[in-house]
């Protein structure tokens, strides 16, 4: 039913090429209860890339007893070998950053918080301690040779303090780009945000001295904003959007879904605006279908439960 | 967790007030699989009302074989003497309308289809034919003092013919109105639109003559794209957007999702927004978790899901 579908009709006031930073191999499974092994992971990445994603995010080299579904970093990283994609890792200090580097790691990416609650519940730290703790990591990178992102997350709202004034997602930004990032991803972290606050947060921070083009965005769909929200900000002139394969890391049966916007849903809506990504929606539908499969529950992405019915 | 959440910030491009016409009632209970109690539907449609909701979609007069979900609309109707809404209802002809007027309802609707495959299959008619038995409905409802809105489905896909070119739409709606509609609402019946075309379709019918004053937008979830979709069409300036509570009409359990707009997801958007629509979330929110009770499935709205977790 889908042939000819989304019509393509551009709207001049969008980019019109967007890249897709995908986080489901790292942010999704990271928040799905199945632990997943190696060799699926592996396969995982490798589809993700054939099907023209050409950055994807493959795991974090964070302690393993802190998070068991991406304990096997120092076996996948090898598997990888020749995937045509960028394949960053997170990694949250200098320990999991020498992991990264012995293994010929060069794209990183650090985690900040926004807000003082999700500091402390995070990273056991206040904002300012964090963001000390990455510095020798950005820097060692950076001589390493490895590029850096930042994350910031809760840049919209938290679930202990609330609304977030835009001046904190501005300060930590600045910080981080004077740290050595070069990009810096904004996370809606509980999926409040609305489109106008996304263009506010753009606006500040292109005040501040932040271009969009420094700038990617990650929203969750907790409330279903998440596409309302990536329109807002291409509007704003950004062209870097994360995205999880198959709405990894949201589970549709659980009591409140969480999850990253699907890259899928997003690829519609860039297909249906003329919009070049270079992945092909076909493709990377049949691999979060694989996926869902051996995670043994049907995706939460609207548009491949469209696309491809699934028993549930 | 969303006390002063969404964080309301007003975009001056877009409108101060939107009006929602709630379709929950009719267009989500209509393709329910329970057929619900007609005092579970007037309890239902008072505590929209009590919602703040100013436009309540009630019934459809159409023949109950046809419709089981709504046979009980001569009951129903007078259970609603005293609520606080306009209570529009859908008439698919003549004999529909007669049965309407003659329990005093002054608002009601017609549903046209801007493809020839779907009149075939909905209607059994041609595009000009179905325009043609509308005819005398809208003047006779007209005659009797009763408001018309004109439904227009199939506004941007159509299973059978994909893509729809923007000309069908300019040219039924044009049709519409001639006959003496006094709203349309632009049905993306298969869920398939992006912003993009959006934008095009409002820009062809304003070239065509129809203002966006006269217009209502009524997007379906199916690809995850009803907001982002809505946001463009606030942007073009339309005012009046149909939505579903609770996302009544699209089961979360679904092999494929193609419920509405669920009302909740937009009041979070409008209210982050800054938009005012006098609804009260919260209240609005209960009342689909007290119909998702009566029909024994949690919401697939994902703001309800997020706001009140229910058993799954």
């Known amino acids: ?4 579908l989304p019509m393509a009709v551009p709207d ?14 790292r942010d999704g499974l990271q928040n799905e209860k199945t632990v997943v092994p190696v060799e699926v992971k592996a396969e995982f990445i490798r589809r993700l890339a054939a099907a023209g994603l050409t950055t994807v995010e493959a795991t974090s080299f964070v302690r393993p007893e802190w998070v068991p579904q991406l304990a096997d970093a120092e076996q996948l990283m090898p598997m990888l070998d020749g995937v045509p994609a960028r394949l960053p890792v997170l990694v949250p200090n200098r320990r999991g950053l020498d992991r990264a580097l012995a293994l010929g790691v060069r ?3 650090v985690f900040a918080s926004v807000t003082e609650s999700f500091a402390k519940a995070n990273l056991n730290r206040t904002v300012d301690e964090s963001l000390e703790m990455f510095a020798p990591v950005v820097s060692t990178a950076r001589e390493a040779g490895a590029t850096v992102r930042g994350y910031l997350s809760m840049c919209f709202g938290d679930p202990w303090e609330g609304a977030v004034p835009v001046e904190r997602v501005t300060r930590v930004a600045r910080r981080l780009l004077d740290l050595g990032c070069d990009e810096l991803s904004l996370g809606d972290t509980i999926g409040v945000a609305t489109p106008g606050h996304v263009t506010a947060v753009l606006a500040a921070l292109g005040a501040a001295g932040v271009p969009a083009e420094r ?3 990650h929203f969750h769909d907790t409330y279903g904003q998440a596409l309302a929200n990536t329109l807002a900000a291409l509007r704003y002139g950004v062209t870097t959007v994360d ?3 198959g709405g990894l890391g949201g589970c549709p049966y ?4 969480t999850g990253n916007l699907a890259t899928e849903d997003l690829l519609w809506m860039l297909n249906g605006l003329g919009i070049d990504t270079g992945v092909d929606l076909g493709l990377l539908t049949a691999t979060s279908v694989w996926m869902a499969e051996r995670l043994g529950r049907p995706s939460p992405s609207r548009t491949v439960r469209a696309l491809s019915p699934q028993e549930s």
């Open 12 to 25: 001049p006031a969008l980019p019109s090429r967007v890249r897709i930073h995908e986080v489901g191999p």
């Open 1 to 4: 039913m889908t042939d000819g």
């Open 107 to 109: 794209e990183i990416a």
């Open 215 to 217: 700038l990617a965005v």
């Open 243 to 245: 995205a999880s394969a």
């Open 254 to 257: 659980a009591k409140s879904a």
